[in-house]
């Protein structure tokens, strides 16, 4: 019987909670793994004044996070941890879902950002690299993702460049979903989505090499002005569509982002098609090495990833490769100093 240890930071937050029953339950290793959860949170502030009388400290939401995944009684769930301390929470594990990250404040900016929760990221590839398992695979999901996960793998070198992922597959899911809206068709009828470059609103969502029941997308959609004017900026600004319906950020959505990532990382991507991955950068496509850009991949269904190499772009293509990668060498350089050599 196989034993997965999975880590799971910002236990205590909003993706998290719509993530951990499904990462328990055999959906994602399957009914013959059994899954011990590593819950990671903030320590608990001993001056603490809750905002309202229903609020609790991230660290005791993440224990009642435990108590209901042991009250789901899934025969796969062997045991929850749970923990503020990074060294426990990484000892071991073969996959770590990098979710907690401070969230914007108020007059903070981008750059603010970045900082902050590129410290929290320092710490944390320190942590993975000395304690988790040799066969490890992390998932970035906190924001800003791409360039957390350049930080974590900068600080934790010793495990190796292709284990260290960022989370494009829910732009990913987004923009097959826009597409098979459009089109009249279903999900599994639209593949080679891909999102290129970064997590954030200059993503390009390449709807050029996307198909439709096997035809180009361009063939099916025929209307190009929807295409570059309405699908591509919907697709880019989601998150923040999300955020003013819901008062909140999406949080179901992504944990299934999440979840989808991990499961073809553990099971393939079907034959003839890929799927969103932002990895470390080993020069394709032109982005400098080191950079941690969204890409067409497909898995093998043992952990490891292929690059997709030789789509091609057009003019319009290129130009969104272009501003999305510059605005990654600008999140780069606003990290810099928390970049080791
Ligand atoms: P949330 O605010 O509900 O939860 C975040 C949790 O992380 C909090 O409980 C906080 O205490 C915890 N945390 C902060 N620093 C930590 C640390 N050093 N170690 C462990 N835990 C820590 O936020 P939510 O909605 O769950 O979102 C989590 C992150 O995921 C945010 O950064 C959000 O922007 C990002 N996100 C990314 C998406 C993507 O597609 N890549 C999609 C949606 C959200």
Not at 276 to 288: H, I, L, N, R
Request: proline residues 5%; glycine residues 10%; contains cysteine.
């Amino acid at each position: 019987m196989k034993t997965m240890k999975v880590a799971v930071t910002g236990a205590g937050g909003q993706v998290s909670y719509a993530m951990l029953a499904r990462l328990a339950s055999g959906e994602v290793f399957g009914p013959e793994t059994k899954v011990i959860l590593h819950l990671l949170e903030i320590p608990k502030k001993p001056d603490w004044t809750p905002p309202n009388p229903t609020a609790r400290q991230p660290l005791d939401i993440a224990e009642g996070n435990a108590m209901e995944l042991l009250d789901c009684g899934f025969p796969t769930l062997l045991d929850v941890v749970v923990t503020d301390d990074a060294n426990k929470a990484f000892n071991g594990v073969n996959w770590a879902l990098l979710v907690g990250a401070a969230p914007r404040g108020p007059g903070m900016e981008r750059k603010d950002l970045l900082g902050l929760n590129g410290k929290i990221f320092v710490g944390q590839g320190k942590a993975l690299a000395k304690n988790a398992a040799s066969d490890v695979r992390i998932l970035i999901v906190g924001n800003p993702c791409n360039t957390n996960c350049l930080v974590a793998y900068s600080n934790g070198r010793e495990i190796a460049a292709d284990r260290w992922h960022a989370m494009t597959r829910l732009d990913h899911n987004r923009a097959v979903s826009a597409l098979a809206v459009k089109a009249g068709a279903k999900n599994e009828d639209v593949t080679n989505v891909t999102i290129w470059g970064n997590h954030s609103n200059t993503q390009y969502p390449d709807f050029t090499n996307a198909k439709i029941k096997g035809k180009p997308a361009t063939e099916v959609i025929t209307d190009r002005a929807w295409l570059e004017g309405t699908y591509v900026p919907q697709c880019q600004n989601r998150g923040a569509a999300i955020i003013k319906a819901r008062g909140l950020s999406s949080a179901m959505s992504a944990a299934n982002g999440a979840i989808d990532h991990v499961k073809t990382f553990v099971s393939g991507t079907p034959s003839g098609d890929w799927t969103s991955a932002a990895v470390v950068s080993t020069g394709e496509y032109g982005v400098p090495k080191g950079l941690v850009f969204g890409y067409p991949v497909t898995t093998d269904g043992k952990g490891n990833y292929t690059v997709v190499e030789g789509v091609k772009l057009d003019a319009f293509g290129q130009a969104a490769f272009q501003k999305t990668l510059n605005e990654l060498l600008e999140e780069k350089d606003a990290v810099k100093d928390l970049l080791p050599g």
